[in-house]
């Protein structure tokens, strides 16, 4: 006779079989530090030990499998600018508060979004790049405000010299100012919003959310601060230019009610510039942001 299945046994059994395999997984990881330790191995110590750390977070403060941070910057390589790059970057150090901060706040953009690896592989795929943003920087040993107007103070020879937005307040205004987040966004503009004006790019990054599967409020442009910000970024780290022949179509207005452009990232430095809103041209499109 068949013995009656119960769920409450089966639960239990389950529960044993899999903290039982997680206990084989620390005592393999500890063990292979350790082996790695005496063959003088250092870099593989650290990676087990980072995952010793993950696998022995609790639950809430763990990031979905396959999309922790060492597994999303082993997949992006150097499209994935994180905390030793941006402290590069901005030269200041982040202390151990801020790290778990910034490791939490990937975990919650994960379960915001639904992001799943599949969906990360796409973006990776599609040319997008990882970005640790950050509200301040280091310039002659004070601690400043991530706006443009000290970013280009900073990183003087990377933006070119243009003194029509120095009082702009999207370049001075400290609520202009870069916000510390995770940014997965695209290095090149979309192809399909070329020549397209404002509001036919608008269209275009809601079709793209439709075919990405994710909620239009999460595919953003960026700020004319975070594209001043993410361009000399990945160029300071990775000795490669971004964006050197295209405009990427911020969301924010001039005082003067015009729309900004960043981009034409070449020889001359960084551009900064603006037009109308039923403005089009073949150089001029949109990074989408998530």
Not at 92 to 114: D, H, L, T, Y
Not at 173 to 178: L, S
Not at 225 to 234: C, F
Request: with cysteine; net charge positive; hydrophobic share 35%.
């Amino acid at each position: 006779m068949l013995e009656k299945f119960s769920f409450e046994a089966f639960r239990k059994k389950n529960e044993k079989t899999q903290a039982e395999s997680e206990r084989r997984d620390l005592t393999d990881l500890a063990k292979r530090a350790q082996e790695s330790f005496v063959a003088n191995d250092f870099g593989a110590v650290l990676e087990s030990l980072n995952r010793l750390r993950e696998k022995t977070l609790p639950e809430s403060e763990r990031a979905p499998e396959g999309l922790s941070l060492r597994e999303i910057k082993a997949l992006f390589k150097n499209d994935f600018l994180g905390i030793l790059e941006i402290e590069k970057f901005t030269g200041r150090k982040f202390n151990e508060n801020e790290k778990k901060q910034i490791a939490n706040m990937w975990i919650e953009k994960i379960k915001e979004q639904s992001l799943t690896r599949e969906d990360i592989e796409r973006l990776k795929d599609e040319g997008f790049m990882v970005v640790l943003r950050t509200p301040t920087i280091m310039h002659e040993g004070r601690e400043l405000l991530a706006t443009i107007e000290n970013l280009r103070k900073k990183f003087k020879g990377l933006f070119y010299d243009l003194s029509w937005y120095n009082n702009e307040k999207f370049a001075t205004d400290q609520k202009n100012a870069v916000r510390m987040t995770w940014a997965i966004v695209k290095k090149e503009v979309l192809d399909e919003s070329r020549s397209k004006n404002w509001d036919e790019q608008e269209k275009i990054l809601q079709q793209w959310a439709k075919e990405h599967k994710v909620d239009p409020k999460f595919v953003t442009r960026r700020t004319p601060a975070e594209a001043a910000y993410d361009i000399p970024a990945y160029y300071h780290v990775r000795n490669k230019h971004i964006l050197e022949k295209d405009w990427d179509w911020t969301d924010v207005q001039s005082s003067d009610g015009y729309f900004m452009l960043v981009g034409k990232f070449g020889s001359n430095g960084l551009g900064v510039n603006y037009v109308v809103r039923g403005y089009s041209s073949l150089h001029l499109g949109v990074c989408p942001s998530r």
